[in-house]
């Protein structure tokens, strides 16, 4: 091949012919033109070179259908994975199904229609409707962007445009009546976690009612029967949405004053973790499994140190409401300052013989602790995780930690 290109290559090789041959342009375009003036065009190939040539070209292209499908599944449409961007590092192999690609893919920043102010605060009261004696609460859930540090954004799934959703407080006794309306762009449900109430108002998508569609509305409605410290979460595919923020503090006072009175307090705050996965401006449902664990985690959906600071004077009783509203790990949260008693356990009293004194509760997805905390020193005491990396924001500390971590700020 090579000879045959020299050869043919004008000028270069031949002296005999017209001497501008070479360079064609150079002097007489006209007349030069082209090698085949003075040379007979053959193939420069022999048939087993084409042969050759061809028979790799055909294995090439099927290499690169082949090899790509041993890794990847060929048969998604984009319509079935929905443009799922999804985070960096999870494994995908070839049987990975379509809708676990959905329920892992990042939340689609299209998607968001609204922007909360950089310091909007979650889990604020919710003031009910009084209709025929039973307390009314309207919950609308969509897509929001959120800060959980003043330069770090997520995009979430927020009731009411706030994370966590807004804190439903009522009295034991009473008569509750929650309109779910549902702004996402997929199905859902709610769940109010720990209640006693009709089998069709317990919230489980596909078990005990049809999920509520985009759109739509559903009316969740019982008596409030237990005193104690609750929550509400999705209960339609939680994996992803009570991850990406759908959940919210249920508060209920007793009746009875006395049952608190057992142990009671000046002041009190509502601990609700949770764990996000945040990257290259995608928010991914963190998840314990690879490359979707989480690198950012929140107290009341803000990240140390944007957690409130709470404040208490020396000799005041706090009560903390720990309440485990993430989704994937068991949070050690541990208070300086000295021990705390342990009085309600998932809403329940407990026997005043039983209350340990800890410094340390494991907060377990799901769980509630109530604990009192007396304040016996004045200074800045710290409430945090005892997972030190929980303690950090993307691998890095800031004012002495991150993530699950609070300040209590105690004077004379
Ligand atoms: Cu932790």
Redesign the pocket.
């Given at each position: 091949m090579r000879e045959e290109h020299t050869e043919s290559h004008p000028g270069a090789a031949h002296t005999d012919g017209p001497s501008a041959d070479g360079y064609a342009g150079q002097e007489d375009h006209a007349t030069i033109g082209y090698a085949g003036t003075h040379h007979e065009m053959k193939p420069a190939v022999t048939r087993p070179q084409l042969a050759v040539v061809g028979l790799l070209t055909v294995l090439a292209l099927v290499a690169s259908v082949v090899i790509p499908a041993m890794f990847v599944n060929l048969t998604y449409s984009a319509e079935e994975v929905g443009g799922a961007v999804m985070p960096p590092g999870m494994v995908m192999s070839r049987d990975t199904p379509a809708a676990a690609m959905r329920e892992m893919a990042a939340i689609d920043p299209g998607e968001v229609s609204y922007e909360a102010p950089a310091g909007a605060r979650g889990d604020r009261t919710l003031e009910p409707k009084i209709e025929n004696g039973v307390k009314v609460f309207d919950l609308g859930v969509s897509v929001v962007e959120w800060n959980i540090l003043p330069d770090q954004s997520v995009e979430a799934y927020a009731f009411n445009r706030q994370v966590p959703g807004p804190r439903i407080r009522v009295t034991e006794g009473d008569r509750v009546r929650i309109n779910v309306t549902n702004d996402l762009p997929e199905a859902t449900s709610v769940h109010w976690h720990g209640m006693i109430l009709p089998n069709a108002m317990d919230g489980a998508a596909d078990v005990t009612q049809k999920p509520i569609e985009p759109g739509e509305s559903f009316a969740y409605e019982f008596t409030a029967g237990q005193a104690g410290t609750y929550f509400y979460h999705s209960h339609k595919e939680p994996d992803r949405q009570q991850g990406l923020g759908m959940y919210g503090a249920l508060i209920v006072d007793p009746k009875d004053p006395a049952r608190d009175a057992a142990y009671d307090y000046d002041r009190e705050m509502v601990v609700q973790?949770q764990?996000w996965l945040e990257r290259d401006g995608y928010t991914y449902p963190a998840m314990t499994m690879e490359g979707a664990l989480p690198n950012y985690?929140t107290i009341n959906g803000k990240s140390y140190p944007e957690t409130e600071t709470i404040n208490v004077e020396v000799g005041e009783r706090l009560r903390i409401r720990f309440i485990g509203s993430n989704n994937n790990?068991?949070?050690?949260?541990h208070v300086h300052g000295g021990p705390f008693e342990i009085v309600e356990t998932d809403g329940n009293v407990v026997p005043e013989e039983a209350r340990l004194l800890k410094d340390t509760v494991n907060v377990g997805p799901g769980e509630r602790y109530d604990v009192i905390w007396q304040a016996r020193k004045p200074g800045k005491w710290l409430l945090h995780?005892?997972?030190p990396?929980?303690?950090t924001n993307d691998n890095t500390e800031q004012e002495g930690g991150g993530?699950?971590m609070a300040v209590i700020n105690v004077t004379e």
């Open positions: 973790l764990e985690f790990f068991v949070h050690p949260m995780c005892h997972i990396h929980h303690t993530g699950l």
